[in-house]
């Protein structure tokens, strides 16, 4: 496929996005009736005559579902509809056992909102137009294929566990303006979100087991035109990075395709983790028919007043605000702090600083040793077999003495490979620093025989090359011994004085 380089696309069309984002909330029971959701569980064994779709079964809203809602749309500073409906998605799809989905059309129970995010210290404010509630379907696998997909699979069997699970789709308005920083923004924008469904509560948000999914639309019009144009939507991308890559692709795509006096069709298509690159999905150019109706198994939603305003008030603290907060309580740049944030590490660093660390030592452990060993595991910091009470204590033994640098990141190893705690590693390695003068003294001396030549060098004057014999007794101590201590130890053997 020809494509047309990033840096040139940009420089003849400007970009618009919108991106709708689906999230499974983590309600213990699905939407319309009472069965379990858990993540997992043996194919069609969280199923009832509700969310099968039996003739005349009946389904009841979750009330939990709509409170999660209603803090969704608050925290992203949405109105709250005083009064709405549920909706009949009518379409035929075999792992949706109803043949329709209920879903939320001109009603939506949370509407014009705005999010800001944060692209290299800028604000960009993200409307919102509308957070509305639905029910998730089943899951088909195909079987057979090489592709995993329908075409040239064997057969398809449909697990209906998923189906009915609390979804809630937000949608963007169309976001322009953001010019070369538009796949920036769509990640920023897609972490923000997830970070804010964190801090709720109401998710568990892991894109990679699709409890929360990206449909990314992107459209490009010729700089200078003010008439936006044809997008496309890459459907159910599930990665924060795949969101910026899928982004990006796009444009390029589709800036090729334009200046070659091509035509962009409305069409869905899908993002390839291999490729970086998007392939065409489903034709949107007749929009889909879908005969929304007012489902009428549902009474109509009307949120008391005086809940969504108690909900309002009782919005955790939001992520940016936290994010603001923490930086100023640290003292760190705005450049260590999205250093931080794009490895997941506020959290850690905040817990490590909870239980008793300096905040410096804090995020210096999680975003150097342990950053590198999460990345040499490929897993990611909150994976780490490692507690921010364990870095704590590292970083008291430390302070206290006990520990050098060295020495702290064999305790982590430890910890790391299931050693135990950091006092426990430490007894079991022998980590601890030689504070022992005698012993200490027994390998200087050892040290100073064996190097003899040295020691005339300093007696003479050289005092700098004390530091060769500093790094023996260092070698002869495995790393134990206090470096500072022993410098003064040998001088004074050596009768010198700095
Ligand atoms: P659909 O049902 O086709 O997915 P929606 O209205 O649910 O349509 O969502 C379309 C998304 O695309 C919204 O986020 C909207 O803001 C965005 N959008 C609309 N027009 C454009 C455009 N020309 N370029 C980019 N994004 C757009
Ligand atoms: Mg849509
Ligand atoms: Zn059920």
């Avoid at 129970?109 to 692209?119: H, K, M, R």
Wanted: with cysteine; hydrophobic share 40%; charged share 25%.
């Amino acid at each position: 496929m020809t494509v047309m380089a990033f840096d040139e696309a940009l420089g003849r069309f400007e970009p618009v996005l919108g991106l709708e984002t689906h999230v499974e909330l983590g309600t213990a029971s699905k939407m319309f009736c009472g069965c379990k959701t858990t993540f997992g569980a043996a194919p069609n064994t969280q199923v009832c005559p509700t969310c099968l779709a039996f003739p005349g079964a009946l389904p009841v809203a979750n009330e939990a579902a709509i409170e999660s809602t209603i803090r969704i749309g608050l925290a992203l500073n949405c109105s709250i509809a005083e009064w709405c409906r549920f909706a009949r998605k009518n379409y035929f799809y075999p792992d949706m056992p109803k043949n329709y989905q209920i879903s939320q059309y001109d009603e939506p129970l949370c509407f014009d909102g705005y999010l800001d995010v944060e692209v290299d210290g800028e604000t960009v404010r993200v409307e919102i137009e509308r957070v509305h509630l639905e029910e998730d379907t089943g899951k088909s696998t195909h079987v057979g294929g090489a592709t995993g997909r329908i075409q040239g699979a064997d057969y398809s069997i449909v697990d209906y566990n998923r189906a009915g699970i609390p979804l809630v789709e937000i949608v963007t308005k169309p976001i322009p303006g953001t010019d070369r920083m538009a796949p920036e923004v769509a990640k920023a924008y897609a972490t923000e979100l997830r970070e804010i469904m964190r801090a709720l509560g109401v998710s568990d948000v892991r894109m990679e087991e699709g409890s929360m999914r990206c449909d990314v639309n992107v459209s490009l019009m010729p700089r200078g035109s003010s008439e936006w144009g044809t997008r496309t939507e890459t459907k159910n991308v599930n990665s924060l990075r795949s969101v910026e890559r899928a982004v990006r692709s796009e444009i390029e795509r589709q800036a090729h395709i334009l200046a070659e006096g091509g035509k962009i069709i409305q069409e869905t298509r899908h993002f390839h983790e291999d490729t970086g690159t998007t392939t065409p999905g489903r034709s949107k150019e007749e929009a889909q028919d879908y005969r929304y109706f007012p489902e009428p198994d549902l009474v109509p939603i009307a949120p008391d007043a005086a809940w969504v305003a108690r909900l309002k008030a009782e919005l955790p603290e939001l992520p940016l605000v936290k994010r603001k907060r923490l930086q100023a309580e640290w003292g760190v740049s705005d450049l260590d702090m999205q250093a931080m944030h794009n490895a997941d590490a506020i959290d850690l660093v905040e817990a490590t600083v909870a239980a008793g660390a300096p905040a410096a030592d804090a995020r210096k452990w999680w975003m150097g040793e342990l950053a590198r060993r999460a990345n040499e595991s490929a897993t990611t910091l909150a994976d780490l077999p490692i507690t921010p009470a364990d870095i704590a204590r590292v970083t008291e033994l430390v302070a206290s003495g006990s520990l050098n640098d060295k020495l702290a990141r064999q305790v982590l190893e430890g910890v790391l490979a299931g050693e135990g705690t950091p006092d426990a590693v430490v007894a079991a390695r022998g980590l601890e620093i030689v504070n022992d003068e005698g012993e200490l003294s027994a390998i200087i001396d050892e040290v100073l025989a064996g190097n003899a030549d040295v020691a005339d060098k300093i007696r003479s004057g050289k005092i700098a090359a004390v530091g060769a014999l500093v790094g023996g007794v260092m070698k002869a101590s495995r790393g134990k011994a206090d470096a500072g201590r022993a410098r003064q130890l040998i001088l004074e053997k050596l009768g010198v004085s700095e």
